[in-house]
């Protein structure tokens, strides 16, 4: 299984971004899938996540209302439409896909914000948000 993450770039503040995260298995409309960022010299950070059905999507305080996770299954492509671009959103953006499945929406909400649930990682595309 690979994850092939894209879109990013230059932007200004205030501006529009959509990432894109391919993924080479059919099996990944099966999967939950999340946005990380990781900034320069700082650790990764979990930004936003759908759950397995689709039907769920969770997002760390500093985005909502900002970005949008989304999945297109035809496609097997999970979107992050970015808006309202701040300069603190710079940051290598990496897609990843988590294949277990939780008993309890309160569980998967605990485990989908945490790296180390994930199974299989996109390479990451860069953004900068910068005038």
């Known amino acids: 299984v690979q994850l092939q993450a894209s879109g990013g770039g230059l932007v200004q503040p205030g501006g529009s971004l959509r990432l894109s995260c391919a993924k080479s298995?059919?099996?990944?409309?099966?999967?939950?899938t999340a946005w990380f960022r990781q900034a320069p010299g700082r650790e990764r950070v979990f930004l936003a996540a759908?759950?397995?059905?689709?039907?769920?999507?969770y997002y760390t305080d500093s985005v909502k209302g900002r970005f949008t996770i989304s999945r297109d299954n035809a496609k097997n492509t999970v979107y992050l439409q970015m808006n309202s671009l701040k300069p603190e959103d710079t940051g290598v953006y990496s897609c990843?896909?988590?294949?277990?499945?939780?008993?309890?929406?309160?569980?998967?909400?605990?485990?989908?914000?945490?790296?180390?649930?994930?199974?299989?990682w996109g390479q990451g595309t860069k953004v900068t948000v910068s005038s």
């Open positions: 298995s059919s099996t990944f409309s099966m999967d939950a």
């Open positions: 759908m759950s397995r059905s689709g039907g769920r999507a």
């Open positions: 990843a896909a988590d294949a277990a499945a939780y008993v309890t929406t309160e569980i998967e909400n605990y485990r989908l914000r945490m790296g180390a649930s994930y199974d299989y």
